[in-house]
């Protein structure tokens, strides 16, 4: 079965300090990774997914089969990143369900 | 473009009512996508929908749980007969073009379900 883990509920960091949400997941295959943030009154959007390889926001995040994680980063978060992180994954045995973590309560404080 | 519409935004059902919340997808998109959200949890898949068909249900509880998208008008997440433990959010998502997997998908603001 595919799953996907956010070890932190919370996560408060100082503004300009490096951020790291932490995302693991299980699957046998080759899934697609995606992280998903949720700010104040806004809908669930796409911030970046492992396939585009892009830095959106500053945020990267680089999949490691490996250690099966894709962990979230930024080197010098801004208070404009406090939201809700989720971490979602998608794989060929499930088709085109996103199966999700619980996700991480990021605040950055000034 | 409007991006996807779900409404009622909230919505308060006393039990054994039905409940029924619509979603419609944005300009473009054919498939439709519904997960739950409760208390203090991650989003969970329910169904994805195709215009006229179900793709996929293996996320729907086998009772009182049902899903359509006509083909026109909005997909529709009917729930009968509705308990305590339905109260949650209600998201929906839609994607612009089928692949196998790995669609990225754009969600609505999510319905509120409150079950007295």
């Known amino acids: 079965a595919q799953r996907v883990t956010q070890p932190e509920k919370l996560l408060s960091v100082f503004k300009g300090a490096p951020v790291e949400l932490k995302c693991n997941y299980s699957?046998?295959?080759?899934?697609?990774l995606f992280w998903y943030v949720q700010y104040s009154r806004q809908r669930l959007q796409l911030l970046l997914r492992?396939?585009s390889r892009e830095s959106i926001k500053g945020f990267t995040a680089d999949l490691n089969k490996g250690e099966t994680s894709f962990h979230l980063k930024k080197p010098f978060a801004q208070e404009e990143d406090s939201a809700m992180y989720y971490c979602?994954?998608?794989?060929?045995?499930?088709?085109?369900?996103?199966?999700f973590g619980e996700g991480t309560q990021l605040t950055v404080n000034p | 473009n409007a991006g996807v519409m779900q409404n009622p935004r909230h919505l308060v059902r006393r039990r054994g009512q039905e409940a029924r919340l619509r979603c419609s997808p944005m300009?473009?998109?054919?498939?439709v996508y519904w997960y739950r959200q409760l208390p203090e949890e991650g989003l969970k898949f329910m169904v994805y929908?195709?215009?006229?068909?179900?793709?996929?249900e293996s996320g729907m509880p086998k009772e009182r749980f049902s899903a359509e998208f006509p083909k026109e008008g909005p997909s529709i997440l009917r729930i009968q007969q509705v308990v305590r433990g339905d109260s949650a959010a209600y998201f929906c998502?839609?994607?612009?073009?089928?692949?196998?997997?790995?669609?990225?998908?754009?969600f609505g603001a999510g319905t509120r379900l409150s079950v007295l």
């Open positions: 998502a839609s994607s612009p073009v089928r692949r196998d997997w790995g669609n990225i998908q754009y």
């Open positions: 699957y046998s295959g080759s899934p697609e």
């Open positions: 492992h396939i």
């Open positions: 979602a994954l998608s794989g060929e045995t499930s088709g085109s369900r996103l199966t």
């Open positions: 300009k473009g998109h054919s498939h």
């Open positions: 929908l195709q215009k006229e068909n179900i793709i996929d």
